[in-house]
C-alpha cells in the first residue's frame, strides 16, 4: 500500500466510523455527575436549592449532547432517554449508597462513608457500573462500555454493563474482579480479589445466550475463586473459598474450599 493509498483508506475509513465522544468528555460527564450525588468526591458546594437545579439540569443537558455526538443508533429517543434516566437517578444514588453501607459494614479496615467514597477502588467500580447499567437497560449503545471500561482502568475492576447486580454489593480490594454480562448476582454479595464470573466458553454464537454464572443472595466469594457457566448457580448464604474452581452449581448454605497441599521443606544447618 502506498502512502497515497494508505492516507485515502484512512480518510474513507473515518467517514464510515460512527461518531462518539472523547472518552475525555464522558469521563468528566460521570466525575460531574457522581460528584454532584457525593459532594465529599468535590470541593464545590452550592449556596441554594436552585443551584442544585441548575447543576441537574445541566448535567442532563451534557448527557444529551453526548448521546447526539454518538450516531451509533440512528433511531434512539435521546430526549426520552436522557428523560428516563434522570428521573430513576434517585433510585441509582439510593442503590450506590446500599453499597457504601455493605463495604462500611463489611470492612474492618474502613472507617467511615467519606474515606469509602474517595479511596475505595471497590465502590468507584460500582458507582459507574449503576449508572452505565441505567444506561445499557435503556439500550444506549456504546456508553455503557466505554464508562465501564474507564472504571476497570482506574480500578482493575471489569464489571460488563448488563450484568444484573442486586443491592448492598461490597467489593474488598478489588483489583483482578471480572464479571461478565449475564452475570446475575444477588443481594447483599461480598467479593473478594481476583475472583472471576465468567463464561465456561467463548463461542460468538452464544451472544443471546445466558453464559455467565447466577449468584444468590448473602454469599462470600473468596480471592482467587473462577465460577463459570450460564447454568451454574451458587445458593443464597454460600461460601466459596479462595482459588476454588466451579463450573457446577451449590446448593444453600453450602461451604466449598480447596485444600492444595503445601510442603515446607526447612533448610539444614550449615554448623
Same mark, same amino acid.
Given at each position: 500500500?502506498?502512502?497515497?493509498?494508505?492516507?485515502?483508506?484512512?480518510?474513507?475509513?473515518?467517514?464510515?466510523?460512527?461518531?462518539?465522544?472523547?472518552?475525555?468528555?464522558?469521563?468528566?460527564?460521570?466525575?460531574? =455527575?457522581?460528584?454532584?450525588?457525593?459532594?465529599?468526591?468535590?470541593?464545590?458546594?452550592?449556596?441554594?436549592?436552585?443551584?442544585?437545579?441548575?447543576?441537574?439540569?445541566? =448535567?442532563?443537558?451534557?448527557?444529551?449532547?453526548?448521546?447526539?455526538?454518538?450516531?451509533?443508533?440512528? +433511531?434512539?429517543?435521546?430526549?426520552?432517554?436522557?428523560?428516563?434516566?434522570?428521573?430513576?437517578?434517585?433510585?441509582?444514588?439510593?442503590?450506590?449508597?446500599?453499597?457504601?453501607?455493605?463495604?462500611?459494614?463489611?470492612?474492618?479496615?474502613?472507617?467511615?462513608?467519606?474515606?469509602?467514597?474517595?479511596?475505595?477502588?471497590?465502590?468507584?467500580?460500582?458507582?459507574?457500573?449503576?449508572?452505565?447499567?441505567?444506561?445499557?437497560? =435503556?439500550?444506549?449503545?456504546?456508553?455503557?462500555?466505554?464508562?465501564?471500561?474507564?472504571?476497570?482502568?482506574?480500578?482493575?475492576?471489569?464489571?460488563? %454493563?448488563?450484568?444484573?447486580?442486586?443491592?448492598?454489593?461490597?467489593?474488598?480490594?478489588?483489583?483482578?474482579?471480572?464479571?461478565?454480562?449475564?452475570?446475575?448476582?444477588?443481594?447483599?454479595?461480598?467479593?473478594?480479589?481476583?475472583?472471576?464470573?465468567?463464561?465456561?466458553?467463548?463461542?460468538?454464537?452464544?451472544? +443471546?445466550?445466558?453464559?455467565?454464572?447466577?449468584?444468590?443472595?448473602?454469599?462470600?466469594?473468596?480471592?482467587?475463586?473462577?465460577?463459570?457457566?450460564?447454568?451454574?448457580?451458587?445458593?443464597?448464604?454460600?461460601?466459596?473459598?479462595?482459588?476454588?474452581? =466451579?463450573?457446577?452449581?451449590?446448593?444453600?448454605?453450602?461451604?466449598?474450599?480447596?485444600? %492444595?497441599?503445601?510442603?515446607?521443606?526447612?533448610?539444614?544447618?550449615?554448623?
Amino acid at each position: 500500500m502506498s502512502t497515497e493509498e494508505f492516507y485515502l483508506h484512512i480518510f474513507k475509513k473515518q467517514k464510515l466510523h460512527e461518531t462518539v465522544s472523547s472518552n475525555e468528555v464522558i469521563e468528566k460527564w460521570i466525575n460531574d =455527575l457522581l460528584n454532584f450525588a457525593f459532594p465529599e468526591r468535590s470541593e464545590g458546594a452550592f449556596s441554594s436549592l436552585e443551584e442544585v437545579e441548575s447543576y441537574f439540569a445541566r =448535567l442532563e443537558k451534557e448527557l444529551l449532547r453526548i448521546l447526539n455526538v454518538t450516531k451509533a443508533c440512528d +433511531d434512539c429517543n435521546n430526549e426520552e432517554i436522557v428523560r428516563s434516566f434522570f428521573r430513576d437517578f434517585p433510585e441509582i444514588y439510593r442503590r450506590m449508597n446500599t453499597d457504601i453501607l455493605a463495604i462500611q459494614q463489611g470492612d474492618p479496615a474502613a472507617t467511615n462513608t467519606f474515606e469509602i467514597i474517595r479511596a475505595y477502588p471497590g465502590f468507584i467500580a460500582i458507582a459507574f457500573y449503576r449508572i452505565a447499567n441505567a444506561l445499557f437497560q =435503556l439500550d444506549v449503545p456504546l456508553i455503557p462500555r466505554l464508562l465501564t471500561e474507564l472504571a476497570h482502568s482506574k480500578t482493575g475492576i471489569d464489571i460488563h %454493563p448488563g450484568a444484573t447486580i442486586g443491592d448492598y454489593l461490597c467489593i474488598d480490594h478489588g483489583t483482578g474482579i471480572v464479571i461478565g454480562e449475564t452475570t446475575i448476582i444477588g443481594n447483599h454479595v461480598k467479593i473478594y480479589q481476583g475472583v472471576t464470573l465468567g463464561a465456561l466458553s467463548v463461542d460468538k454464537a452464544m451472544v +443471546d445466550v445466558k453464559r455467565h454464572p447466577t449468584i444468590g443472595d448473602h454469599v462470600v466469594l473468596y480471592a482467587g475463586a473462577t465460577i463459570l457457566g450460564g447454568d451454574t448457580v451458587i445458593g443464597s448464604h454460600c461460601t466459596i473459598g479462595g482459588n476454588v474452581w =466451579l463450573t457446577r452449581s451449590v446448593p444453600p448454605f453450602a461451604t466449598v474450599y480447596h485444600q %492444595p497441599t503445601i510442603k515446607v521443606i526447612e533448610a539444614k544447618s550449615k554448623s
